[in-house]
């Protein structure tokens, strides 16, 4: 069976985005993370050893996003992914990334990407 442990609201500063203006000034991002786990384990020890590590995964998530610029947030969210599937206890992850200040000439509340990827070999 496979829990969901969900990290949200992590604020990154990041340098991303396709116009010069973006990757010189920056803006924040926010990333949302859903991950697929058996926390069955950790329950029966009691030892953080047996999950996932969700304060070093959000260090780990927050310099990957502030370290080199990419155009887009769907390479960004892939990164993220990356990052997460890098524990092997982690059966899948669900990664949304905000861009609340997104330059669109219009009023908007946010801009929000979610992609869903699976530990390779993984079958439903």
């Not at 996932?52 to 992914?81: C, F, N």
């Not at 899948?92 to 997104?102: E, F, G, L």
């Amino acid at each position: 069976m496979v829990d969901e442990l969900s990290v949200t609201g992590i604020e990154c500063y990041g340098h991303h985005g396709v116009f010069e203006f973006e990757r010189r000034e920056g803006q924040v991002f926010v990333i949302d993370l859903v991950l697929g786990i058996d926390t069955s384990p950790a329950a029966a020890s009691d030892d953080l050893q047996d999950t996932v590590d969700y304060g070093s995964l959000v260090a780990s998530v927050k310099a990957a996003v502030e370290k080199d610029p990419v155009d887009l947030i769907e390479t960004l969210a892939q990164r993220i992914a990356d990052v997460c599937l890098l524990d092997g206890r982690v059966e899948w992850a669900r990664v949304s990334v905000h861009k609340p200040d997104a330059p669109i000439d219009a009023t908007f509340s946010d801009v929000v990407l979610t992609i869903t990827r699976k530990r390779e070999g993984r079958r439903d």
